[in-house]
């Protein structure tokens, strides 16, 4: 279902306020009746017109959802729980983030589920206040929006520095334990792929394993795409820093070589998750091609399995 976000009217107050007292009881049941009996003339006869206030609607224009931007800080932003977990709130929060330059909010502490989505999104807690800007005794953590996304590299490689064989081979490769993966999945949201990759992943079977991210993929030669995957064409510069200004986790740059080596030079990879398997392939394609100057590297953490493998995490210093 296709959704539009639009200045409020002033006739739109009726149907906000439904949803704020809706959405709060559904969500803040840390307040009591008499808070919400007290709060509700506030939103209404001053809070509103204090922000400049967006709803999301269906194609009927009915109003789902709102959100009120003051000073770059979201103050308010309502879903109607009975759409709830259908991508409104993320709709209303992108738009605040993206055409409003929003990067901040003061969340309830005791709203664990709001607290989560702004965490999901890319906010991190700067702050916490004991009590609410009331005075009332409902502590309130300041979140902001300012860490951008990083990029993470994350592949396994021979010891000779080599991701696949000669004909394309990735048996090599161990599959008899998670070696990290289950952790470094927990904190991507994204993936960047090649067009050789998107068709290598789509020919095998359940996509090879893959967990379901958003998937990015970049082509000069493709015209579209016949799945729910994002095309990147042209400038990949300016594509892949606005994806890394919008909210949400690191994005996993899955390959192939050919984008690894334009995101290189690019200084768009931040970081780099090497598995590195004990053998030596000799011939096949190496991981770094056509780096045309030296990058230092930062040691985060190592770890050295029993099979072998050497699982290493650097930050490119730069």
Known sequence: MNHLIRKARPTDYHAILDIWEASVRATHHFLSEADIIYFRPLIRDEYLDLVDLFVITDPEETILGFT?????????????????????????????????HANSVDVNEQNERAVAFYKHMGFVITGRSEKDGLGKPYPLLHMSFGNQRKVILGLAVSLDGLIEGPNGE???????QDYGLKDFFDRV????IGR????????????????????????????SLDDESILISGNIEAEVKNI???????????????????LMQLGLVHELWLSVHPIL??????????????IKLDLLDSHTYETGLVSLRYSINR
Do not use: H
């Open 68 to 100: 009120g931007i003051a000073a770059n800080k979201i103050e308010m932003l309502f879903v109607d729980p009975q759409v709830m977990a259908k991508g409104l709130g993320k709709a209303l929060l992108l738009f605040a983030v993206n055409e409003q």
């Open 170 to 176: 990735y048996d090599w490769c161990f599959t008899d």
């Open 189 to 192: 949201d994204a993936v960047f």
């Open 196 to 223: 050789l990759t998107y068709d290598l992943v789509k020919s095998m079977p359940d996509a090879g394993g893959m967990p379901k991210l958003k998937q990015y993929v970049f082509s000069n030669t493709l015209e």
């Open 244 to 262: 890394l200004r919008q909210p949400g986790k690191d994005i996993w740059l899955y390959g192939g070589a050919s984008l690894t080596s334009s």
């Open 281 to 294: 392939l000799g011939k096949g394609k190496p991981l770094f091609q056509g780096l045309s100057e030296r």
